[in-house]
């Protein structure tokens, strides 16, 4: 029960990793707020957890809006009465060729995806230095590795890697820590999400069926670089294989994406 009576803040907690993290994380004992956009996938997660004995409150709100989060914060502090750990864990992909994009999907990218995650590291910043807690930031291995026609989503999770460098020195100090997870490709409703946020339930995954590491293992995974404050993990072993690339051998990628835009359409969202 690494979480035992710990408080813990999860955003983009209706699916995905963040739906996993909440189960992971109410396995280890931790009494959780669970914030997104839907309210009955949220009420349908707090259900499934209460109904194992975990402690886990819904609040409906958006990462873009800061009272949305002082809310949830206030929601902690309420009810469990402290914050122990806070997992900026939500986002979306918004891709195209830059002669398809203009100017608003890449703010509205970093919006959520940049702005979003800065907003709920300040909304939690007072309660954390006070439990001398964690910070999660869910970055990605895409902050490592820009591809064609993905430079929203790559652009805006360098950013997040950057601010997790930056962070980590800064809050060490007052004893919080912050953990940058950089995933690859795990199970998830984000190659379902359109460029300017909507959910198709029926869009087909593009990812072959064995690539996406299950979205529970990864969880398993992030709960453990968590609890022990590691600096950063990256999760799974494609992801490994990308970083190790760009560090060493740079000019492999560069190829395959040269050779890419070459031979395969723009993929549609």
């Not at 002082?70 to 830059?98: I, K, P, Q, S």
């Not at 999660?136 to 360098?158: E, R």
């Not at 199970?187 to 359109?194: H, L, Y």
Request: aromatic share 6%; glycine share 8%; net charge positive.
């Amino acid at each position: 029960m690494k979480f035992q009576g710990q408080a813990i803040l999860i955003t983009g907690a209706s699916s995905g990793i963040g739906a996993a993290l909440a189960r992971e994380l109410a396995r280890e004992g931790a009494e959780l707020v669970l914030m997104a956009r839907r309210r009955e996938r949220l009420d349908a997660l707090c259900a499934e957890l209460a109904a194992t004995g975990a402690k886990a409150l819904a609040h409906v709100g958006d990462v873009t809006k800061r009272a949305d989060l002082d809310a949830a914060v206030a929601l902690a502090v309420e009810h469990y009465g402290r914050l122990d750990m806070a997992v900026a864990n939500a986002g979306f992909g918004v891709v195209g060729a830059l002669e398809k994009l203009n100017v608003e999907d890449y703010r509205r990218q970093f919006e959520t995806n940049v702005f979003g995650v800065l907003e709920t590291s300040k909304a939690c910043l007072t309660e954390l230095r006070k439990s001398r807690g964690r910070l999660v930031l869910i970055g990605s291995v895409a902050g490592y590795v820009s591809t064609p026609n993905a430079s929203p989503y790559a652009m805006s999770k360098f950013a997040i890697r950057a601010l997790a460098l930056a962070l980590g020195p800064e809050l060490e100090p007052h004893g919080v820590t912050v953990t940058l997870i950089s995933p690859g490709f795990v199970e998830s409703e984000i190659r379902q999400v359109d460029n300017r946020g909507a959910h198709h339930a029926f869009a087909k995954d593009p990812l072959p069926r064995w690539l996406p590491m299950p979205a529970d293992v990864a969880a398993r995974k992030i709960v453990s670089a968590a609890y022990r404050r590691r600096r950063e993990a990256i999760v799974t072993v494609h992801g490994k294989v990308l970083v190790w690339l760009q560090r060493f051998a740079p000019w492999v990628l560069r190829l395959a994406a040269r050779r890419g835009v070459r031979g395969r359409p723009e993929p549609k969202r």
